[in-house]
């Protein structure tokens, strides 16, 4: 069983940055693809980022040059720094991996609010 367990979320002025992080309970080069997802109340569960077992990352066009995803192999995380954040950017931001049998996991979710 996997699990993927996220943290670092909370309440920033509009501007500010915060340091998402996803565990995962077994090394994160057992997945082919781990990522950031963020649902804001009302709306459809968007991609924010994307990090391929290969390294190869993809960026929502709405995050780009703001957000930055990386991993450590050591701690079997999987991060995402966010700079510049935008009121826009509130939503519940969840961690989401999938390994090479296409099976799909996700984190329970961690709030992220941004103030005007």
């Known amino acids: 069983q996997v699990q993927l367990v996220e943290s670092g979320g909370g309440l920033v002025q509009a501007g500010g940055s915060l340091r998402l992080s996803c565990a995962a309970s077994?090394?994160?080069?057992?997945?082919?693809?781990m990522g950031w997802y963020h649902q804001a109340p009302g709306k459809q569960r968007d991609l924010v980022a994307t990090?391929?077992?290969?390294?190869?990352?993809n960026y929502a066009d709405s995050v780009r040059g703001r957000f930055t995803i990386s991993r450590d192999s050591v701690r079997n995380t999987v991060n995402l720094q966010m700079d510049s954040l935008k009121p826009e950017d509130t939503a519940v931001y969840y961690c989401?991996?999938?390994?090479?049998?296409?099976?799909?996991?996700w984190g329970q979710g961690t709030q992220v609010t941004v103030s005007s």
């Open positions: 989401e991996a999938e390994d090479f049998g296409r099976n799909g996991y």
């Open positions: 077994r090394s994160i080069f057992d997945f082919s693809v």
């Open positions: 990090i391929t077992n290969g390294g190869r990352k």
